[in-house]
């Protein structure tokens, strides 16, 4: 949940930024905006009756502490980031990428695979 507030989620800006989306970081389900936090939490019409039906609102002005059941189960259907894969991702086989699994990434790329622990 941490993530998906602060924006260090598998958003295509936060990826983007990351240099691990080579392309715009364009909201995947309304391919209208930037997909940010704000947007997927606050803005997206794509899923504006997602927001209705589990946080109570099409377009909340704010969060409240007492809607972290909502936004848990918003999050679930928005996306599993455990799940994420290349082509949700818009990367083709061989383009160079990170993948988060727990407390590790691995990194791959042409030459080897390394695996690296988080800071």
Known sequence: IAGFITGHYHFRKHLHRLG??????????CREEVESAHH??????????????????????????????????????????????LEKLGLEHGTKYNICKGATYLTSSSKKKKKKKFD
Not at 20 to 29: A, D, G, W
Not at 50 to 64: A, F
Request: with cysteine.
């Open 20 to 29: 691990l989306f080579e392309q715009e970081p364009i909201c995947r389900k």
């Open 40 to 85: 997927i939490l606050y803005e997206c019409d794509a899923l504006a009756l997602t927001r209705l039906t589990t946080l109570g609102n099409p377009y909340p002005k704010e969060l409240h502490l007492n809607s972290i059941k909502g936004l848990s189960d918003y999050i679930n259907k928005v996306g599993d980031s455990r799940q994420w894969n």
